[in-house]
């Protein structure tokens, strides 16, 4: 398998990880081990692939998640605990 090939599999994975996870707001060295790669080099791989960075790729994932069900919940403190966004 060539490093194109390599980078856009590890991309693949970290989306779909995220897609799982994003309820989580996993941190970015979390995805980056899942894809063993470090911190910094999954930051730029990541946004070189996909347009956008980790973060806001999640940002998205969770944006998305909330239009969809905002009308099941009787608050925004519920929305933001199930959408993962509380501390």
């Not at 707001?25 to 730029?44: G, I, K």
């Amino acid at each position: 398998m060539n490093a194109s090939q390599l980078n856009y599999d590890r991309v693949a994975q970290a989306i779909e990880y995220l897609a799982r996870h994003f309820r989580e707001q996993p941190e970015l060295a979390d995805v980056a081990a899942h894809v063993h790669l470090s911190p910094e080099h999954f930051q730029r791989m990541f946004t070189e692939w996909a347009g956008v960075s980790p973060k806001k790729f999640t940002q998205y994932l969770t944006l998305n998640f909330l239009r969809s069900r905002i009308h099941q919940f009787s608050n925004m403190e519920q929305a933001a605990d199930a959408a993962g966004l509380s501390a």
